[in-house]
């Protein structure tokens, strides 16, 4: 199992959230850790961790960078871990 750190700037918005973590479930993805943190300027910074099959991390990355109110993955960092 691989772990995915995501730091993403996103719009200000109480369902971006939601959104995320829905695209992660969909993905295949297990979120580990979300923290979301406004940063007054109509954007806030969205920490996230998640636990993905390695072959599914690419396409878990381009879904979640895709949806609209993701403007930007800041840092993408991946590490391979035993789960058990």
């Known amino acids: 199992m691989l772990v995915v750190h995501l730091d993403?700037?996103?719009?200000?918005r109480p369902d971006v959230p939601q959104r995320v973590m829905a695209?992660?479930?969909r993905r295949q993805g297990t979120?580990?850790?979300l923290t979301f943190t406004r940063r007054g300027d109509?954007?806030?910074l969205?920490?996230?961790?998640?636990?993905?099959?390695q072959r599914?991390?690419?396409g878990l990355i381009d879904r979640?960078?895709?949806l609209v109110d993701v403007r930007e993955v800041v840092r993408d960092r991946a590490?391979?871990?035993s789960v058990g």
């Open 31 to 33: 979120i580990v850790a």
């Open 79 to 81: 590490a391979l871990e």
């Open 56 to 58: 599914l991390r690419r």
């Open 46 to 53: 969205l920490k996230l961790t998640v636990e993905v099959e």
């Open 8 to 12: 993403l700037v996103v719009s200000d």
């Open 23 to 25: 695209t992660c479930c």
């Open 42 to 44: 109509g954007t806030a």
């Open 64 to 66: 979640i960078a895709a």
